[in-house]
């Protein structure tokens, strides 16, 4: 009896030894498969990533030929703005967009200087005070202050304002530095998520303190309030927008051409606005969406045109918010 009774102890033994192995087993495969998953999707992005780089190659010759074709300005011929191009690849598809990159008010603008002076720019702050009016977006003034602060590299505080003691709480200080992009905006006081979507579409980040370049050959309707910000709201938005849908058919010659038309003529803008004012573009942004196997990667990139050479400003993976 004792020794039928060791066999049955042995036996369980035994069946218990093979459950853990066997469990061991089904994890260590299921480690094995989601590691050759994750190495498998790896791959995909990191392709992926390439093919939108290869996107940017292309978008930068294409950039060239337009400067090339285009006899000292930029226009809307050919239909280049906007348009999504698709290209089929193995595996997948590469869309891409290319637009004109400066149509906007450029936040770094309120400031003049470089490096580590960077004192408030006059012109730029008011400016971004008759778009925030022209936008309907409330306290212009107050938000233009703290947008100098956040940028100046001083820590005297602009009437309305906020300096790094503003932010202490938060855990963080005022950048004393250009903005790399928009959405930074919403890290300075005052730009509640409701103003920042207001205001979004309008504005961007060169990586320069220049006022706003802004070709009126490629300017959208929908974008004709700039206008109405260059002339500090003397000129209407609805003037502005019959400006712009009445541009010629291959755009205005020169900037004077443009400042000669009848319904300018009463907006007198500043020296600073008639000289933002071009013809031709010089950044451009590409938007490019890349859809391969199982992977999806999405960028944006900010292209610079130097007289027919075009060189990659910024790069950045993912949506831009």
């Known amino acids: 009896m004792r020794r039928a009774g060791e066999e049955g102890v042995a036996l369980l033994t035994v069946l218990l030894l093979v459950a853990v192995m066997a ?13 050759l998953r994750r190495t498998a999707n790896a791959e995909a992005v990191g392709q992926a990533r390439w093919y939108a780089i290869g996107a940017e190659t292309l978008a930068k010759a294409q950039i060239a030929r337009l400067s090339a074709a285009g006899g000292g300005r930029t226009t809307l011929q050919g239909g280049w703005h ?28 309120v400031v003049q200087g470089a490096g580590e002076v960077l004192e408030r720019r006059d012109a730029g702050v008011r400016q971004f005070i008759a778009l925030t009016q022209a936008l309907g977006a409330p306290d212009g003034e107050r938000l233009a202050a703290a947008l100098v602060d956040w940028i100046d590299t001083d820590v005297l505080r602009e009437s309305g304002g906020a300096e790094d003691e503003a932010y202490v709480d938060g855990g963080w200080l005022t950048a004393a530095t250009l903005l790399a992009e928009p959405s930074e905006l919403r890290a300075v006081r005052g730009f509640e998520p409701a103003i920042y979507e207001r205001l979004r579409p309008y504005v961007c980040a060169l990586p320069t303190a220049e006022l706003s370049p802004i070709n009126v050959n490629t300017l959208p309707p929908e974008k004709a309030v700039l206008l109405t910000m260059l002339t500090e709201g003397r000129l209407p938005l609805a003037g502005a927008r019959r400006i712009i849908e009445g541009r010629p058919p291959f755009g205005w010659a020169s900037p004077s051409e443009f400042w000669n038309e009848p319904a300018l003529q009463d907006a007198a803008p500043s020296d600073e606005a008639v000289g933002q004012v071009e013809v031709r573009t010089r950044f451009f942004e590409l938007e490019t969406e890349v859809a391969y196997l199982d992977a999806e990667v999405t960028a944006s990139a900010l292209l610079e045109d130097q ?11 993912g949506p831009e918010e």
């Not at 469990?23 to 590691?35: E, G, K, Y």
């Open 307 to 317: 007289g027919g050479r075009v060189r990659l400003v910024s790069r950045r993976w």
């Open 23 to 35: 469990t061991l087993a089904v994890a260590l495969l299921d480690d094995i498969r989601f590691s």
């Open 82 to 109: 906007g348009r999504v191009l698709r290209f089929p690849i193995e595996g997948g598809t590469i869309q891409a967009r290319v637009t004109d990159g400066a149509a906007c008010f450029n936040l770094n603008s």
